[in-house]
C-alpha cells in the first residue's frame, strides 16, 4: 500500500506539536507498516521552511522513510481543473492551487492519504482514502 502525506502531519512530527504530533507519528508508523510513504513535490516545498538546509530536510524525510514523488502534467491539469470548478463555484481564495496538486497527487500515485485536513479533501477529493 502507497500513503501519501500532508503537510501538516509531517510538521506534527518534525517540529514537534504536543496536540496533534502522537496522533500523527502513529499514523506514519502504520503507513510505514502497511507499505511505502510518499509525499509530492508540493509537499517537500511547503517542509523546506521549517529546516535550515535542505540536507537536515531530506535526512528528516529518510528518518521517517518517506520519498519524495513528483507530479507529472496530468497530475497538475487534474488538480487546476478542481480548483477551477472550487473557484466557480464560489471558493474562498485560502485555498491555493497547491492544495488541489496535493490532492491531485494523492489520488494518482497512492492508495491512501494522511491529513489532518480531512474537510477540504473529503469535498474536492472524495475519492481519496484519508486516514487522517
Same mark, same amino acid.
Given at each position: 500500500?502507497?500513503?501519501? +502525506?500532508?503537510?501538516?502531519?509531517?510538521?506534527?512530527?518534525?517540529?514537534?506539536?504536543?496536540?496533534?504530533?502522537?496522533? %500523527?507519528?502513529? /499514523?506514519?508508523?502504520?503507513?510505514?507498516?502497511?507499505?511505502? =510513504?510518499?509525499?509530492?513535490?508540493?509537499?517537500?516545498?511547503?517542509?523546506?521552511?521549517?529546516?535550515?538546509?535542505?540536507?537536515?530536510?531530506? #535526512?528528516?524525510?529518510?528518518?521517517?522513510?518517506? +520519498?519524495?514523488?513528483? =507530479?507529472? %502534467?496530468?497530475?497538475?491539469?487534474?488538480?487546476?481543473?478542481? /480548483?477551477?470548478?472550487?473557484?466557480? %463555484?464560489?471558493?474562498?481564495?485560502? #485555498?491555493?492551487?497547491?492544495?488541489?496538486? =496535493?490532492?491531485?497527487?494523492? +489520488?494518482?500515485?497512492?492508495?491512501?492519504?494522511?491529513?489532518?485536513?480531512?474537510?477540504?479533501?473529503? %469535498?474536492?477529493?472524495?475519492?481519496?482514502? #484519508?486516514?487522517?
Amino acid at each position: 500500500m502507497i500513503t501519501a +502525506v500532508d503537510t501538516s502531519v509531517l510538521l506534527d512530527v518534525f517540529l514537534p506539536d504536543e496536540r496533534h504530533g502522537p496522533t %500523527s507519528k502513529e /499514523w506514519l508508523v502504520e503507513a510505514y507498516d502497511a507499505g511505502a =510513504i510518499i509525499v509530492s513535490h508540493v509537499v517537500y516545498a511547503e517542509l523546506a521552511p521549517a529546516f535550515p538546509d535542505r540536507e537536515a530536510l531530506d #535526512r528528516a524525510l529518510r528518518e521517517v522513510n518517506v +520519498v519524495v514523488s513528483p =507530479i507529472d %502534467s496530468d497530475m497538475a491539469h487534474e488538480a487546476g481543473r478542481r /480548483w477551477g470548478r472550487y473557484r466557480q %463555484s464560489g471558493g474562498a481564495r485560502d #485555498r491555493i492551487i497547491t492544495d488541489f496538486l =496535493i490532492g491531485a497527487h494523492a +489520488v494518482a500515485a497512492c492508495d491512501r492519504f494522511l491529513t489532518r485536513d480531512r474537510g477540504f479533501f473529503a %469535498s474536492y477529493f472524495p475519492e481519496l482514502d #484519508r486516514n487522517g
